[in-house]
């Protein structure tokens, strides 16, 4: 059955780093976009990052410019994010979902996402 599971979250102090990880099985994540969303409690669903099939385009949302970076490895069918310079706004739930098509498309609707993780906890506190 294909399905991805992140990893990687926890609790972290302001200016921390936490290093997330999305895993495919079922399928090979190598033909997909991959998106980074998060949700935190009472908010929408956002786009936080997504790397196309062949890496060569990334979008960042504003907010996490210069502090979070994506990253595959086809080999070993997971995508990364590693996140630096934590403040409590990154507090949430991040998910990480696959593109509902093959290509390199770089798209930053949810709507777009098909395969969903369970997500899994940030939270950025003193």
Known sequence: QARVAETGGGLV???????LSCTASGFDLDSYTVGW????????????TCISSTDERIYYA????GRFTISRDNTKNK?????NSLK???????????????????R????????????TQVSVSS
Do not use: H
């Open 88 to 106: 409590p706004e990154d507090t949430a739930v991040y998910y990480c979902a696959v593109d509902l098509f093959p290509g390199d498309g770089l």
């Open 62 to 65: 504003d907010s996490v410019k």
């Open 13 to 19: 102090q302001p200016g921390g780093s936490l290093r």
């Open 37 to 48: 969303f998060r949700q935190a409690p009472g908010k929408e669903r956002e786009a936080v």
């Open 108 to 119: 930053i609707a949810a709507q777009s996402y098909g395969n969903w993780g369970q997500g």
């Open 79 to 83: 995508v990364y994010l590693e996140m």
